[in-house]
């Protein structure tokens, strides 16, 4: 993938908000991820997990708290997306945990039986409607979308938040106007935050991660389109214990409250 | 030619074997990974023609603008000692070392809607560029004119000036021998450059995707079609990007043989 260093920005500022709320919580962070570590005795090595692109600043977070209970245990991440993330799995990249950001990504996966257990959904993400600050478009809501004057940006079909957007759309009876089909959601959302855009359809952390250059608009209807987020501790883990950790960790009261701080929704 | 007979030195021979299949594997890949039993169902798939008629159109008129802008940029750059002219140089051939989706960045925050000019024509026209077949083009030219400049200009560089100091003696004014006798000179250097320059438009993905965005029959180009497909169905991906490499490898072929093919050595 090309990288391309504005798009970095709300990765960085959401790796910043994380930072701030972890910061506080972290006493807790600690006792409790020792707790889930005294049974798999000490846990020391590299620990490698694939995950959504869109779990980056939670995840970064709980990989510090992790490593922060565990002195001598580095987690390693590759953010990227779920399809991509597949492919590399399936193509033999060594990983421990796999974290995707919908289930059909997930099933890629297990279908080659790279898996061990099941995967178990440990987050969602809702859609919500992304309007430049002081929304110019004056959009409401998502009937805004059918309207031919506004520029509008929305996931190409085949990216997952694209599909959710065209699930939306199907339910919802509108024939969406859009200008641009992105090809992926951080994509769609640089193009509200230059205010080249009237309104994009991303998901709600996205809007979060954005910071003030974004507004989100919340919208009834997608409901009907609800991203699962399943996570699996692959069978060729190298560092299964701590593979068991992290998810442990991911799915723990402390990990779903900081999911909840970035705006994901538990289940 | 002097030197015909002897063979050819084993110490360039290896290398370039070797650089040979380093660039031809890949597409060797390509074509033994095609999925050639529903290739014709692939081919009929809707969108691919539009997506290839795009990308021929754009990179044409890309290529077009990038001749008119781009000769005499370059016949300035070699041929008079205006001041700054190093520093021209350096700025124009910036678009060759600059990442592609920084680029289309860039021209948003100038022809953008709200970019420093895209700002005021958006105000009073009511004009918007990104997301149309313009900014493709826009977007093209952009990354591919560089090519054509340094192309052309190195053949004035290397282009004998005593033709054009000829004459001026006879009373040719610089217009007359720019058209009459600069021009034919290097005429194999600015059709090898503008070869270069659609060849690099066409293939043209980062700035495109980043300034003109990607909707079928409007903005989406042969590149962005293999991207996309990439996503969802792969082997799709891959039927695509043979059929954009056939019909770039033969346009490239075809005037290859028009304009270079009696003398075989690009550029004068």
Sequence with gaps: MRKRPLLVLPAVLALALAGCGGSSG????????????????????????????????????LGQRLEKANPGLHVQFNFAGSSALATQLTQGAPADVFASADQA???????????????????????????????????????????????????APQVPCGAAAQKVFAATGIAAKPD????????????????????????????????????????????????????????????????????????SPEGQQALKDAGFRIP | MRRRNGGIPLLLLLPAALGTLFLVLPLLGLLIRAPWSDIRQQLSEPGIGAALRL?????????????????????????TNLPGRSVVRALVTVPLVLPPVVGGVALFLVLGRQGVVGRWLYEAFGFSLPFTTAAVVVAETFVAMPFLVVTVEGALRAADARFEDAAATLGADRWTTFRRVTLPLVAPG????AVLCWARA?????????????????????????????ESNPPAAVVLSLVLLAVSLGTLLLLRERWLGRSGVPAA
């Design chain 1, 180 to 251: 641009t089909q992105e090809q992926d959601v951080k994509a769609a959302l640089t193009k509200v935050q230059l205010g080249e855009v009237d309104a994009a359809m991303v998901y709600a952390t996205d809007v979060q991660a954005a910071g003030d250059a974004v507004q989100g608009i919340a919208f009834p209807e997608a409901e009907d389109a609800i991203n699962a987020y399943p996570i699996v501790v692959l069978k060729a883990a190298p560092n299964a214990a701590a593979a068991r950790a992290f998810e442990a960790l991911v799915r």
């Design chain 1, 105 to 155: 990504q997930m099933d890629v996966v297990t279908k080659a039986g790279l898996q061990q257990g099941e995967p178990a959904v440990f987050t969602q993400n809702v859609l919500e409607i992304a309007v430049p600050k002081g929304n110019p478009g004056h959009v409401t809501g998502v009937k805004d979308f059918a309207n031919e004057a506004l520029t509008i940006a929305v996931c």
């Design chain 2, 55 to 79: 990308s021929l159109v754009t990179a044409t008129l890309a290529t077009a603008i990038a001749l008119v802008l781009g000769v005499p940029l370059a016949w300035v750059l070699a041929r």
């Design chain 2, 190 to 193: 600015v059709a090898a450059g």
């Design chain 1, 26 to 61: 972290s006493a807790a962070a600690g006792s409790s991820s020792s707790g889930t570590s005294t049974a798999a005795a000490k846990l020391t090595g590299t620990v490698t997990v694939f995950a959504a692109a869109s779990l980056t600043g939670v995840f970064t977070d």
């Design chain 2, 202 to 230: 066409l293939g043209e993905f980062g700035a495109t995707i980043t300034f003109a965005g990607n909707f079928p029959g409007t903005t989406q180009t042969m590149p962005l079609a293999v991207y996309l497909a990439l």
